[in-house]
């Protein structure tokens, strides 16, 4: 393609997709997320970009999706999807960045300078697949989209509303067929087929209840899972609440970020005594559980944590009984995992953990190290991944193996299918946890007892520039500002058990607090003094430290 013809990118730009702004805005862990009134240039440039990335990827096809997953709804964001279904390639951050951010005048000058870096043959074919959440501000964002693809000659397929999970899943599908069907249907089809052969094979006994209740946060994966539970033939029971009518907004008091952060129930929800819960989040990819004391005034919280340490113990049972002992299985977590947690896990389970910076892209990276490896960031976000190894190992037994061992291989094998492993998907999620819970026989109550969490706190505060704060070791340690650390230190070392840290987040202008003791009361504390500390030392904003 010549310069010449790339002149359509700025006529675009400067009739239907301006940018009005001088707002810089940067390519984060899970893309670009802001006030959707900011985004629309943005979210053009990277239809720009998706087709570069496909044609420097030989014409494999590359995802844009539209949300901004657990934020409230005046925000939204775009995020690339590589061949795989992974995260876009780190290095690729930057280019996204610049391009984001240089003047209309210059997006000509700034897209042949990225086609001859990356070193894009752009006479090859390109396909762009798109997908967005249930914002109002979705379909016009998407539209931005298309035009990106349409400026540069790329081939875009819009999905509409659909969890960012499913177009990943559709992503990998369309660029690796043994994978699966590239369309929602063929996503329900695989993993929605996969669960209801496991659950032929588990009867339901002990205390375990096909009832599940659900938050669907007032966003996609709610409305999803209205269309599932039609074809479950009763193998689930869901009842479902906070689907988006009655004036219900979009992650506003629900949802799995909202129930994880405040630890308290959502609004919307009609409770009973030890019910179990589920909670997702706005786009569909995180998953919490939780459910309430005898008197329904105490909440207690399944989140990432005891979803990792429940699929992880169970993967391990049934590579035991399949005897695949040349199988090695680790579990991924981030700084935000609860102490007791880790301590289970390597303990009690005796499974390697890795810890590693916040972020999917980071855990999924971990991940990949090991035959079989589980990741969770404590928030929900998590999968498990399979090597080929593994699946190749895993399917001979099942072929050729003992009766038992044949047994435990099949139900691997459907846990596989089940698993979304492109990335963390809420629905997916859900039925592992449900088959596991099945398989035992237990009620949440029975599963929470597992291990007991340490008491813990997050807080949000607001300085002048998130990127005073720096860290290292995971995050677990403060760089800068001068003398955050030892503060830090100092208050941690007067709680029992007490453990705190801090980081600029990645998806909001502020710094993550988070803090954990002996007792609710000294976590607390502790991450109210630790808020101060950031209030003092890194510019805080306002008169007070929390946000």
């Known amino acids: 393609m010549p310069p010449s013809s790339l002149r359509v990118v700025y006529a675009f730009a400067r009739e239907m997709h301006p940018k009005t702004t001088d707002v810089f805005i940067e390519y984060g862990t899970a893309g670009f997320r802001t006030k959707a009134s900011l985004l629309e240039h943005v979210v053009y440039r990277m239809g720009l970009l998706a087709v570069i990335r496909s044609r420097v990827k030989n014409g494999r096809t590359i995802g844009i999706m539209i949300t901004a997953s657990h934020n409230l709804e005046p925000d939204n964001g775009v995020k690339l999807i590589d061949p795989e279904g992974e995260m876009l390639e780190q290095s690729w951050e930057e280019i996204a960045t610049r391009l984001a951010n240089v003047s209309d005048n210059d997006l000509e000058a700034t897209t042949v300078e990225v ?66 069907t590239p369309t929602e249907e063929g996503y329900y089809e695989k993993i929605v087929g996969a669960f209801k052969n496991i659950r032929a094979k588990l009867p339901v006994h002990g205390s375990y209840n096909t009832t599940l209740y659900v938050d669907g946060a007032n966003g996609v994966g709610g409305k999803k899972l209205n269309i599932i539970r039609k074809s479950l033939d009763g193998e689930l029971d869901l009842v479902l609440y906070n689907l988006g009518g009655n004036g219900g907004k979009l992650n506003l008091n629900c949802g799995a970020d909202f129930v994880k952060v405040s630890q308290t129930p959502p609004v919307g929800v009609e409770h009973a005594p030890f019910q179990r819960v589920a909670s997702l989040d706005g786009d569909g990819d995180r998953l919490v559980y939780y459910y309430l004391d005898d008197k329904c005034n105490k909440m207690h919280l399944l989140d990432g944590d005891k979803i990792a340490t429940l699929l992880a113990s169970y993967v391990t049972e049934l590579l035991k009984a399949c005897e695949a002992t040349d199988l090695k299985l680790g579990l991924v977590q981030t700084a935000y995992a609860n102490g007791a947690s880790t301590k289970y896990i390597t303990e009690d389970l005796k499974v390697p953990v890795s810890c590693v910076k916040t ?55 459907n846990f596989i299918d089940m698993t979304n492993e492109t990335v963390g998907d809420a629905i997916s999620d859900l039925f592992l946890v449900e088959t596991v819970l099945c398989a035992r026989g237990q009620n949440v109550k029975e599963w929470m007892e597992a291990y007991t969490d340490l008491p813990c706190r997050q807080l949000k505060v607001t300085v002048q520039d998130r990127n005073a704060i720096s860290t290292a070791d995971a995050e677990r340690r403060c760089t800068a500002p001068e003398g955050l650390q030892s503060r830090i230190d100092e208050l941690v070392a007067a709680y029992k058990s007490g453990r705190s840290f801090v980081r600029p987040s990645g998806t909001e202008d502020v710094v993550r607090v988070y803090a954990e003791a002996d007792t609710q009361e000294n976590a607390d504390k502790l991450a109210a003094q630790v808020s101060q500390a950031v209030f003092d030392l890194a510019g805080g904003v306002g008169d007070r430290p929390l946000a």
């Open 115 to 180: 086609i001859k870096q990356v070193n894009a043959d752009m006479g090859l074919k390109a396909s762009v697949f798109i997908g967005m959440d249930t914002r109002y501000t979705s379909p016009r964002l998407a539209a931005a989209a298309v035009h990106g693809v349409m400026a540069l000659k790329g081939t875009a397929k819009e999905f509409g509303i659909v969890t960012t999970p499913i177009l990943h899943y559709c992503v990998r599908c369309r660029n690796d067929n043994t994978y699966g």
């Open 359 to 413: 972020g999917v892209k980071h855990l999924h990276h971990a991940a990949q190290s090991y035959d079989i490896g589980v990741y969770f960031e404590a928030n929900g976000h998590g999968t498990v991944l399979y090597s080929d190894k593994a699946k190749t190992t895993i399917r001979r037994i099942a072929q050729e193996g003992e009766p038992e061992q044949r047994k435990a291989a099949q139900l691997l094998l």
